[in-house]
């Protein structure tokens, strides 16, 4: 199976070629493509860049707020120094009504957790944070909105939807962070990790993250091996997992690219 590397690489390569051209809600036009799909087997590899450094933590602590925290509170990820939500924050120190919020309203991570342990075979095991009452009362509608769940096998199947995605920040953030839910659902519901399947619906790249981007392909031929995600497998309820409980062993990369992030 080709590494998370090859497959965003090329992916990256086409957005450039044979992007379309075009404005948006921000400043910085995009060159995009729609429909971008990425698969990883999860048993065989963990899914994080080596061409560049992720932040890895990072993605693992906004994870568990969102999910296990079910937070919207932005000083609550200010104190585990993430402040990847600080443009967003509204007057009330919020994101108002999205991602951890409609988590929590609607019990979605018990309800899944439940149903994997007591009906595996559900088709209806869906995570959906497009709640449109609730989408303009949100700080940001919400990308990454929906996640379908099966078990084939005993391995626990996975599929993300992006509604957009900034391909050089965005998506390699999402990929990992979310490739880490499968790992801790898995667990706690008794099942082995299974396919992850990243589909991203409008996938673009700014015009000002271009050579950023560039720099990056140019590293395509000295990516390093993927590295091996540790969980501490002494926590079997999914609510006792916390950023120490979540490990990288041998994620060895290049050099963080500094690219800005369009508001």
Known sequence: MDTYDEIYLNIAENILKRGYYDSNRTVNKTYKLPHQIMQFDLEQQFPILTTKRVAFKTAVKELLWIFKDQSNNVARLQKENVHIWDEWE?????????????????????????TLKNNPQDRRMIIDLWQIPYLDTGAL???????????????LNCMLVQRSGDWPLGVPFNTSQYAVLVHLVAQVTGHKPGLFTHIVNNAHIYENQVEGINL???????????????????????????????????????PAIEMEVSV
């Open 90 to 114: 509204m007057k009330d120190g919020t994101i108002g009504t999205s991602y951890g919020y409609i988590v929590e309203k609607f019990k979605q991570i018990d309800k899944l957790i439940e």
């Open 141 to 155: 509608h919400p990308c990454c909105f929906l996640t379908m769940w099966d078990v084939t096998a005993g391995r």
């Open 216 to 254: 990056q392909i140019t590293r395509r031929n000295q990516a390093h091996p993927p590295p091996t995600l540790l969980i501490n497998p002494n926590i079997t309820n999914f609510y006792d997992f916390t950023a120490k409980d979540i490990e990288l062993q041998g994620y060895h990369h290049h």
